[in-house]
């Protein structure tokens, strides 16, 4: 098993910034990409980031892209979500995934944190 803990949601007007950390633990050989997914009141859960280890590759919804970076440490199991000029459409809960190299593609992995509650007031 793989263990998942996110850290860094809250409350953030909109404009504003917020950094998401998600560190891993366990059998983590198993983990060759990392991500982010979130989950809007009413709303199914979207794939928001990813990152794959090898070679770096990321990818984004085209929702975020230019305004959210995802970045990680390999040795520490860790990524990084860095979320700036933030929208009320925003407002979700932001879970941090991983698994295979497939969710860059946007396919969800099998292991998954908690979650962590991100609110945007306007």
């Known amino acids: 098993q793989v263990h998942l803990v996110e850290s860094g949601g809250g409350l953030v007007q909109a404009g504003g910034s917020l950094r998401l950390s998600c560190a891993a633990s366990g059998r983590t050989f198993r983990t060759y990409a990392m991500g982010w997914f979130r989950q809007a009141p009413g709303k199914e859960r979207e794939f928001v980031a990813a990152?794959?280890?090898?070679?770096?590759?990321?990818s984004y919804a085209d929702s975020v892209k230019g305004r959210f970076t995802i970045s990680g440490e390999n040795a520490k199991n860790t990524v990084y979500l860095q979320m700036n000029s933030f929208k009320p459409e925003d407002t979700a809960v932001y879970y941090c995934?991983?698994?295979?190299?497939?969710?860059?593609?946007?396919?969800?992995?099998?292991?998954w944190g908690q979650g962590t509650q991100v609110t945007v007031s306007s």
């Open positions: 995934n991983s698994g295979s190299m497939e969710i860059v593609a946007g396919n969800d992995g099998p292991y």
């Open positions: 990152m794959r280890w090898i070679g770096g590759i990321t």
